[in-house]
């Protein structure tokens, strides 16, 4: 009762790694609030699951193993989180921000009347004054995630309706096991008892999965445009750079809105989430909205012609300068190095 929940993503023979790191952070924020990490995770023929789950710090696991919950359609998991949390009244729950979460999130979020955030960058606990009606509160989950374009940082609060829910996108989190031997409680339900044979009523009878166009999320090395390269042509060099790299190409939004690039390259709130070793920001500002997306990158390089620009306070390395005369003497020396 009162624990804290994450839905994790069931994808044909593993959780997904998005799942894995809201686990992460649920067994954080239990420890902060001294409750239970509790986790679901609804699919077909999930003989494993508890080796992905559990190391993760849960202690208690809900198994709903049938063959109509795999590929996910939206009524039976919907069903089956509904009931679950009417039954365990959990106080927070956590879910990616993906294709699915985004459609099981307000599905399960409006049948409970709790309210949710989506895509939050930060997930903390602390106390909350109401001064209109001065009612105070204590432990709420604090919802961080930027707000009107990114121009600046929401924190959202749930004073009186459970259970308190949001989503984030993979990458924001980190993901680490707290032990590979944790133990935890394991509960296989009998789906039937929560779903009906109504939400039964779509199947799937034939499935395609797009590969991603890139692999922005895991690449180790990202060279990322903004406005700043002036031209799709300008984005031509950083495809130069990447390649000698070994590197993805990213891009900050005000780029894609100008038309340099494809919207499947952007990075920050909106877009993807990145972590890499090395991250080179070439004519990039530095919007809040852009920056929540690669602030946690190891390395952070910035090449930019202002140097007041806000992502050179953030940057490691800041090289002022034009990045039509920057990138191609980066790229003639790295070429010359690698021989």
Not at 266 to 281: E, M, N, S, W
Request: charged share 20%.
């Amino acid at each position: 009762m009162n624990n804290v929940f994450v839905y994790c993503e069931w994808e044909g023979t593993a959780v997904a790694e998005v799942s894995q790191e809201l686990l992460t952070k649920g067994r954080k924020l239990a420890d902060t609030l001294g409750c239970k990490l509790e986790a679901i995770v609804a699919g077909a023929d999930l003989s494993g699951v508890e080796s992905q789950v559990l190391p993760y710090g849960v202690d208690v696991l809900h198994i709903f193993d049938d063959k109509d919950l795999y590929p996910y359609t939206s009524l039976p998991h919907a069903s089956i989180l509904i009931n679950l949390f009417r039954e365990e009244k959990p106080q927070i729950c956590l879910m990616g921000a993906t294709v699915i979460g985004r459609d099981l999130g307000p599905r399960v979020s409006s049948a409970l009347h709790s309210g949710l955030t989506a895509d939050c960058t930060s997930l903390e606990i602390g106390p909350y004054e109401d001064k209109k009606s001065g009612k105070s509160y204590d432990n709420l989950l604090y919802q961080i995630r930027p707000a009107f374009g990114g121009n600046i940082v929401a924190t959202i609060v749930n004073p009186e309706n459970r259970p308190q829910m949001a989503t984030v996108r993979k990458g924001v989190m980190k993901r680490e096991v707290v032990s590979p031997d944790y133990k935890g409680n394991i509960v296989r339900h009998k789906v039937a008892d929560y779903v009906s044979d109504t939400d039964r009523v779509v199947r799937v009878l034939e499935r395609h999965v797009q590969k991603a166009a890139n692999n922005l999320s895991g690449a180790p090395i990202v060279v990322a445009g903004g406005y700043g390269m002036g031209s799709k042509e300008g984005f031509d060099m950083l495809y130069e750079l990447a390649e000698v790299l070994h590197a993805e190409v990213g891009a900050s939004r005000a780029a894609i809105d100008a038309g340099y690039c494809d919207h499947s390259l952007q990075i920050g709130q909106t877009g993807v989430t990145v972590r890499p070793k090395l991250y080179i920001a070439c004519g990039i500002s530095g919007q809040i909205q852009h920056i929540a997306g690669m602030q946690e990158s190891g390395i952070i390089i910035s090449i930019n012609s202002d140097p007041a620009a806000p992502i050179n306070s953030i940057a490691d390395y800041v090289v002022v300068g034009r990045v039509e005369d920057v990138i191609p003497k980066m790229i003639k020396s790295y070429k010359q190095n690698s021989k």
